[in-house]
């Protein structure tokens, strides 16, 4: 892994399941010939950015991860740090991921996490993987934090849901997948529901703060139709934001501004 010749950038959010939805937005761009020369991802964004960092295809990272079963992913702990346990996921990055370290991927690529003691965002790109993608993983609340060298790291949403800080110097074009649009919602109950949604509330304005260092930024207000634990619509998640992409890049000014015939 080398920042050399760094051009295109991508950047994707947090956001569960809807992580799903940054899959299709990678087809879409690929179907363009747009490839990612650096990535950086925080929470499902990490997930997806380091398989593809690995080398993977969206639809190949779709078929690892479509399991259609929250258990799949997660289990329920005893809640003294965290209500659930990620251990499904650390089994299927074990299984999958073919670099052990961040320098052995074949693109750059920055995980964005928390650093709850001094109260920071944190970017990985060195060292091992996995331990350092589900600390960019851990929702406060639903996810213990995750001890690396002495200091504990949790979601890096907290801080920073849409990281363009560590790559955007590199890049002369960015492209960015935003997958948390927050909507009305009747009645919120339960514990986890209550946790996920004070979570998703806190980082609805990343998208329109940033929008403005993003040659294309996707974000499908339809993904709030869909809950963040809930892995079961892996492939609608993945045919909303291949068509939300298509739509923006069906647009002649987008493709004047990003070069495409």
Do not use: W
């Not at 079961?232 to 923006?248: I, P, Q």
């Amino acid at each position: 892994m080398t920042m050399d010749n760094i051009k295109t950038g991508l950047v994707l959010s947090g956001g569960g399941a809807r992580g799903f939805a940054h899959l299709g937005f990678i087809q879409a761009l690929n179907e363009e010939g747009i490839f990612p020369d650096v990535i950086s991802g925080t929470s499902a964004g990490a997930l997806v950015g380091v398989m593809i960092a690995d080398g993977y295809k969206p639809g190949e990272i779709l078929d690892i991860f479509n399991t259609g079963s929250r258990l799949d992913y997660m289990r329920p702990t005893l809640p003294r740090e965290g209500l659930l346990q990620i251990s499904g996921i650390i089994k299927l990055l074990q299984s999958h991921l073919r670099a052990k370290r961040f320098e052995d991927l074949e693109i750059p690529f920055f995980a964005a996490a928390t650093d709850i003691n001094n109260g920071t965002a944190v970017y990985f790109n060195k060292g091992e993987i996995i331990e350092r993608v589900v600390a960019s993983m851990s929702i406060p609340v639903l996810f213990q934090p995750v001890l690396i060298n002495g200091v504990q790291y949790l979601d890096g949403g907290i801080t920073d849901n849409l990281p363009v800080a560590p790559i955007e110097k590199y890049c002369s074009r960015m492209f960015g997948s935003f997958v948390n649009p927050v909507g009305y919602v009747e009645k919120v109950s339960g514990l986890i529901n209550i946790a996920e949604r004070t979570f998703m509330l806190n980082m609805t304005k990343e998208a329109k703060d940033k929008a403005g260092k993003f040659d294309l930024l996707v974000a499908s207000p339809e993904l709030r139709n869909y809950g963040i634990l809930d892995p079961g619509k892996a492939v609608e998640l993945f045919d909303l934001g291949y068509r939300s992409t298509r739509e923006k890049l069906s647009d002649k000014t987008v493709r004047n501004r990003l070069g495409l015939q």
